[in-house]
């Protein structure tokens, strides 16, 4: 099938290279000329785990095209995947404007009726809005084309984006016509027939509203195990343990389960955020959700907290920041925790020393006065204290007594418990693991 993306970032990507993987015909648009040029020659400007192998397989088997002409992109389209972004106003409520613009340039160009698909996540009844605007826009030009809409969620996590999309959990797809439905089974038929997963069919409304309620119970899950890490710190006991245990119940599951410092990332925050206002616009106070996010700035706040009660004042320090990206397998930083961590340590007059395997580069302009380090060695080097923001595994590597020679100060605030409390502390360290009571060397 001729399928267009608009929007060619995380997910518009990943969807363009997938669907050509699954041998659609594929051009991905962006407003971006300078991202269009770069994909063109092959390269993927973000870190993705086998994207790159797939862009390039797509491009060579000509299957997968780039422009930065939109009247291009989708004229011939028979489905047309609306990927831009939905930046958060100050109130919480997304910016839906690139949504709409989107909606009117397929409407002004489509030379055929054509399948709009919602993959941006978008408040429930966004879906009335673009066809209105695609509606209106071909009164404007006169023409007679009536297109569908449909929404299609995604469920793909940054890191395993490609496996998500084409191994995925579930496939969801809202319309509220017959045509819409049959023109995305067959746009499916190829992945269902490599690999058998649920096909939701739905109406639109209760496809966005799929997306929303899912990213928004996540988070509460982590809001929750987070919730019950203050606890642990406060009564003596090991959250890790805790969240194993309840893990083995399969009603509850052991995933998304694990206390840190918060969850960042371009989705969590701000489809929360999106849930809770599209709730109160429609009449309801999602109260829960209000907690959820306030428990998650709680999180971000928790390992600063920590190295003011171990290190007392934090002017003047050298503190060792490692992991900046929102989790591990990912170079993005929208939203990551670290940078929270980051300003407030910053506020309080303190150097940063920071580390990261991948995102350095994509926070040296925010942080003029940081010490960018290539090796974490380096950022531990003389630093007064250590705080742990992401898992990576390179971290784990490092031993108790190796910590214990490089840092000045022998204190470790491990956000994402990466060490073992107990093997830092009997190596002289004063330990703050988030989850697990506060550990000092012994006789001290
Ligand atoms: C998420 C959803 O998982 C995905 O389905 C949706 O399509 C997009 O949003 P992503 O943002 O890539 O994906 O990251 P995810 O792996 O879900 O993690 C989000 C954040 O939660 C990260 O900051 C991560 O560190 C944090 N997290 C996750 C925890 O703190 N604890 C956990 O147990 C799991």
Not at 177 to 192: D, K, N
Not at 362 to 381: I, M, N, T, W
Not at 414 to 425: G, K, Q, S, Y
Request: charged share 25%.
């Amino acid at each position: 099938m001729l399928v267009s993306v608009i929007g060619v970032g995380h997910v518009g990507l990943v969807t363009a290279a997938c669907m050509a993987d699954l041998g659609h015909d594929v051009v991905g648009f962006d407003v971006d000329g300078q991202k269009i040029e770069l994909l063109r020659t092959g390269a993927v400007p973000f870190v993705e785990a086998g994207l790159a192998e797939l862009v390039e397989a797509g491009v060579r088997a000509g299957r997968l095209e780039f422009t930065a002409d939109v009247a291009e992109a989708v004229r011939a389209a028979e489905v047309v995947f609306i990927c831009v972004g939905t930046p958060r106003r100050p109130d919480g409520a997304p910016n839906m404007s690139f949504v709409q613009s989107a909606a009117a340039t397929v409407a002004s160009h489509a030379q055929r009726p054509a399948v709009v698909a919602e993959k941006s996540t978008v408040p429930v009844q966004t879906g009335e809005r673009i066809r209105q605007a695609l509606r209106l826009q071909s009164q404007a030009r006169g023409g007679g084309l009536v297109h569908d809409v449909v929404s299609n969620p995604e469920f793909l996590r940054e890191g395993t984006a490609v496996a998500d999309t084409l191994r995925p959990d579930r496939i969801v797809v809202g319309a509220d016509s017959e045509r819409g439905h049959a023109v995305m089974r067959a746009l499916y038929a190829p992945l269902l027939a490599r690999h058998d997963c649920p096909y939701v069919a739905t109406d639109v409304r209760t496809a966005e509203l799929i997306k929303h309620a899912s990213n928004a119970f996540l988070a509460t899950k982590i809001s929750f195990i987070n919730a019950v890490a203050r606890i642990c710190e406060l009564a003596g006991a090991n959250v890790h343990t805790i969240a194993d245990a309840m893990g083995y119940d399969a009603r509850i599951g052991r995933a998304f389960l694990n206390a840190g410092v918060g969850y960042g990332g371009s989705c969590f925050p701000k489809d929360v955020e999106a849930f809770i206002h599209i709730a109160q616009e429609l009449g309801y106070d999602f109260g829960m959700l209000r907690e959820t996010d306030r428990i998650n700035r709680e999180a971000k706040a928790w390992p600063v907290a920590q190295l003011r009660r171990l290190v007392w004042n934090l002017a003047d320090k050298q503190i060792a920041v490692l992991g900046i990206a929102f989790k591990p397998g990912t170079d993005d930083v929208r939203d990551a925790p670290a940078l929270d961590v980051i300003d407030a340590l910053l506020a309080e007059g303190a150097t940063v020393r920071l580390h990261d395997p991948v995102a350095l580069d994509h926070v040296r302009e925010r942080y003029p006065d940081a010490v960018f380090c290539d090796k974490a060695e380096d950022a531990l080097r003389g630093a007064h204290a250590v705080v742990v923001c992401t898992e990576w595994d390179e971290y784990r590597a490092i031993t108790p007594q190796r910590l214990a020679e490089l840092l000045t100060y022998p204190v470790v605030v491990d956000a994402r418990a990466v060490w073992d409390a107990r093997a830092l502390a009997d190596a002289g360290l004063s330990v703050a693991v988030v989850g697990q009571p506060p550990l000092s060397p012994a006789g001290t």
